[in-house]
């Protein structure tokens, strides 16, 4: 099959959903001509002209207003949010409106808005163009949560995203746009809900996604070589909705539940799907207490030694692994 | 523009319904059955009535937390909404949203909204789907003066503005934010100067003359329409209630209420109707007991109404 | 000892800070004349002018961005954000600005900067206005997140933020500012991250704050009662800093966690208490399984019936002690 | 208005010193030692000279992601400047903040901001403060063409107006946002238009003509001081690089940077001090020399520092 990059992939869902169906348009920042930040949209203006890959002002919340605007009158936008830290500016929108519209109008609306952002660390983009704050978004009920780390998964993801009919929060991590790996030609989606397991194992459950899944499965199979350690790596896809069954079902078998994600620690989704584990009937088979490998409870720092420091990375999970295992 | 008398009649009809409306509001809240702050409308039903006679059930409107004027002003029936602020299953939300978030995107009332200048951005969207989609559909954007103080009013007006929407920004300039005086608050006599800062034509209108608003919206929808973009209209007006239901008022005096009381504009329209375009008396009569009668049923209908299941709450949170 | 509310102990604390100290000033919507939406500053516009008792075009990004401005160039601004869901048109001020300011300049500035604001259901006002998301500043580095239930700790603890240096988010309860309880005549402040057993018990342990606590306590008094069973109950106070020590000894006491609020149970604060006791030593000593007493996961619903249900109350969190102590 | 042939000379110094400055910055860039997005002020010095030569070290600026120019023109040292970009230990913020992040409180400048109108409220609270603590303070609030459509700019505006603050809103309209054309993006082709809707002074300003910028924004300084409140400055000029170091500016044609190049603001108050003010070329130069030697420096300065030691990311979090 052929290998192509999370960036590729994301844009094949666009033209494909874009080539499908013609309400569906894209809005964001610089998205036009320049092809987004991170080169996601580059070359669609060509192809679809301005209307449809439509360059907005420096107005976040205008963006997201509009957005929602034309999601709740026939259209269904793609919005692009250049990132995350921005939704700062933008939240009364994602938050007070679209995600909660349909419920307090008595179900009288759809809202088929897809908002497209990124966050994470790793490029020294400092405190304020570096956040993960995904769990914002999780915590608000309406809006549905998406963070893919595959080529594979982000194509299938975002497709799935684009005819929800409801506010999605898709949130890509800037150094996982380059991520290569392989997406069938044919045509497919990936149904929300549904964790994938990306690895077996049974000896501990490993939970990651978004950047931070290469690096768990590499320290999965470095477990493996060196400590003889079998990790079950689960990759939710989906925060919201969550698929609780596949995380409990991997611990009650494992009994050692290790989470990583690059917001920190404090509140992050990590917590929560302790939470969940340590209220079900999985926790009768608990082995070991719970290991979180996560973000320092700092804002992002600019220097190299010190954003690696406070940004997990394969040895903390690796570390993690063996802890959860007991393995000194 | 149509100025036939059933337009007229018509108009002072929906005035009227929205004053006994939110006679009938008040009636309830002091009774304790409507929950949450309530703002009514009363004494600035010319605005919405004046600007939503401009529209028809495909066009569209974003209101506010003091929402129930235009919501009845763009169609909205009094019977779903008294249901609605009573929080029973058959109001417009099945009892979810009360009276800052009446909808009803069927006939263009893309909600009331509780946050301040929440709907502006909303408007745009509306506008900007009317135009991506090749209707002449055309969005009314409803706000206070308060509202023009928010991030949202600049960033949904320039959007508007670069874009040529089909969309009209009007602002209801009640001299107050909740209590905060337009006078202190906002940096410019007029709303309508702020039109500066998008390049689109900016007009002060008496919003307390159902006619005047009537005639100003009109140009901007049909200039919306064709194409010419966004339009800033400000109607001078009063809340001649306090801020919500049970406000102290004490940031204003008796004397500024009484003098706006002079120019409460349903009396002021039902004698321009009979003195200057030979309106019988008893026609109007005939309307406001019909409205009587309506009103009454529609509260009969809410108070009947059973509350929701309580399995509607977990209804309507996504779409499936 | 006299007996005041939590408004009047609140306004007490602004009366107490600003005469000690002329930088302390009050800045929000509708605060002057009207004395706030819930009448926390009534009466001190005449007490100390229109300066100190600042009213504030409706324009939180500027309120916030103002008083930070303010408090990182000598002065003390306490900001009443009138609901707390209105933090969403703020959020990057907050968020981006004043939670990581010192941080990002490395140290040189100190940000004396409180933020007043109230969340919660109960009086029918929607979902726009009964938010409950101290969650989302928990996860923020660089915030302090305080939510104080009784008069006491209402007073001790906004006086204890108003003379810290850094960003208070200082969270109410609109039901809350009722209640009743005692307050000395004599100043005092409380300090932050010491966690308060408000009811010693020896077989479960229950974490509860704000408008909650009162709830907590009485479900406490009822199953000591009717099942015999003995309540720990434990409020932290403040959620930043987070009294860790109480609260895993408290557990590893009991076995037993029960943990409610007011937020959605998804990614609300007691995930984040829970995940801290499956990763603690208390681990070791745990007999059953969590219980989280939560709001449902839904938009706020405005009618009464509706709202009732989705909030927690004394049955839920008394229910949840039995689940917790396997009583039927 | 001091225009003294010292003042100026130190105004042509701090231009070419950010020049210079930027230049090396450019260099670092490529030689991989800077991380993150960098944003060059090459081009439009003029500004935040001319701005800035109207403060002293009290007064208070609020910055931009583009920001080192008006870091250095108001007082900053490009030592630990560079030592910043380059995330050292001896850095402005420890090497914590980077290109986005320099402040320099001490001395009034309260931050770059990776956020486009983040500072805007900041600047309106410097100048609350200065009023409330009774100086005679002023604060110059940088910020761009672009970020003119955010939200957060109005509402600062609007604030600053109403209470009179002692702020200069200094607006550089480089033609472009990030990559969006102002004439585009922007619903007016002045953004000092938009001083309309605060009932304040808007002036447009040659942003290449320092002198220019300099007698506007000290105008307005003045005025702010005396209590006059807020004005509203808008320097057109452009920015020579693109909009971040490696920009491949698909957006923008080679002629127009040409055009522009040709107004470039440093060669031009050069010529301006020989042709009219007297100065000797050889002083000139001299400036020239040391400006070369004291960047070399900083950059050896910033080569030889060491990175922060790792304890380093737990401090700051939280003044104790
Ligand atoms: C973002 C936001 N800030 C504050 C409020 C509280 N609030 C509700 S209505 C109101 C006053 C609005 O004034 P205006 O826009 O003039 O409308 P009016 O009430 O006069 O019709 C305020 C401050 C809110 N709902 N949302
Ligand atoms: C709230 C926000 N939106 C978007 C961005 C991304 N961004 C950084 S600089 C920039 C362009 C700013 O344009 P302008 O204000 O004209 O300043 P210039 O870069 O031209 O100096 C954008 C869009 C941001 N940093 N913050
Ligand atoms: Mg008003
Ligand atoms: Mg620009």
């Keep these: ?328 | 523009m149509d100025k036939s008398k059933d337009k007229l009649l018509e108009m002072y009809e929906k005035m009227k319904k929205i004053r006994l409306f939110e006679d009938n509001a008040i009636k309830l809240f002091n009774q304790g059955l409507v929950r949450g702050p309530m703002h009514v409308y009363t004494g600035e039903e010319a605005v919405a009535v004046g600007a939503c006679s401009n529209l028809n059930d495909a066009d569209y409107i974003t209101s506010t937390h003091r929402g129930h004027g235009h919501c009845i002003a763009k169609g909205g029936k009094v019977d779903k909404m008294a249901a609605e602020l009573l929080g029973r299953g058959t109001g417009y939300c099945k009892g979810k949203g009360g009276s800052m978030h009446i909808a009803d995107p069927e006939i263009g009332i893309l909600g009331a909204n509780g946050i301040v200048a929440g709907g502006m951005g909303i408007a745009a969207g509306a506008g900007l789907s009317a135009k991506m989609r090749g209707t002449d559909q055309a969005a009314i954007c409803f706000f206070g003066d308060g509202a023009t103080n928010e991030g949202a009013f600049h960033e949904a007006l320039n959007m508007a503005a670069i874009w040529d929407l089909p969309v009209v920004f009007v602002c209801e300039n009640n001299l107050y934010g909740l209590t905060g005086p337009a006078e202190e608050m906002l940096s410019v006599k007029d709303v309508a100067a702020r039109a500066t800062s998008y390049d689109i034509p900016g007009v002060v209108v008496d919003g307390n003359d159902v006619l005047d608003v009537y005639e100003a919206v009109g140009e901007a929808v049909k200039r919306a329409r064709q194409g010419g973009g966004p339009s800033l209209i400000e109607a001078k007006t009063y809340r001649l209630k306090g801020h919500f239901v049970g406000d102290p008022c004490v940031y204003r005096d008796d004397e500024e209420v009484e003098m706006w009381r002079k120019k409460e504009p349903i009396k002021r329209f039902k004698k321009h109707l009979i003195d200057n375009e030979g309106i019988d008396e008893e026609i109007i009569a005939e309307i406001d007991k019909n409205l009587e009668k309506e009103l009454k049923a529609a509260v009969k209908f809410a108070k009947e109404s059973p509350d929701p299941e309580i399995e509607v709450v977990f209804e309507d949170v996504f779409s499936d």
């Design chain 1, 1 to 328: 099959m052929r290998t192509i990059t999370v960036k590729d992939a994301l844009q094949e869902a666009i033209i494909e959903e874009m080539d499908r169906d013609e309400n569906v348009f894209v809005m964001g920042e610089d998205i036009a001509e320049h092809g987004g930040i991170y080169g996601v949209t580059q070359g669609l203006l060509e192809k679809y002209g301005k209307e449809r890959i439509r360059n907005t002002p420096i107005s976040e919340s205008a963006l997201i207003g509009s957005a929602l605007g034309a999601a709740i009158t026939g259209m269904r936008p793609i919005a692009e949010l250049m990132y995350i830290d921005f939704t700062a500016v933008a939240m009364d929108q994602i938050v007070n409106q679209a995600a909660k519209m349909r419920y307090m109008f008595g179900g009288k609306v759809d809202v088929p808005l897809v908002i497209r952002t990124q966050g994470g660390g790793g490029r020294g983009s400092a405190a304020q163009h570096s956040q993960s704050l995904e769990a914002w978004f999780m915590h608000v009920p309406g809006l549905k949560v998406v963070m893919p780390s595959t080529p594979y998964d982000a194509k299938g993801l975002l497709k799935t995203a684009i005819r929800d009919d409801n506010p999605v929060m898709f949130i890509e991590q800037k150094m996982a746009y380059s991520f290569k790996g392989e997406v069938p030609e044919e045509e497919y989606t990936i149904p929300f809900g549904k964790a994938d397991i990306k690895r077996e194992g049974t000896d501990v459950t490993l939970v990651a996604n978004s950047y931070l899944l290469p690096r768990a499965l590499e320290a999965a199979e470095r477990m493996e070589k060196e400590e003889g350690i079998s990790t079950e790596v689960i990759d939710p896809l989906t925060l919201v909705p969550f698929d609780e069954e596949t995380i409990i079902k991997s611990v009650s078998k494992t009994g050692r539940l290790v989470v990583t994600h690059e917001a920190v620690k404090r509140g992050g989704f990590g917590a929560e799907i302790a939470a969940k584990i340590y209220e079900s009937d999985a926790f009768y088979y608990l082995d070991a207490p719970l290991q979180r490998v996560a973000g320092l409870e700092v804002p992002t720092p600019y220097s190299a030694k010190l954003e690696n420091f406070a940004m997990p990375d394969t040895d903390n999970i690796a570390d993690a692994i063996k802890k959860a295992c007991y393995v000194k």
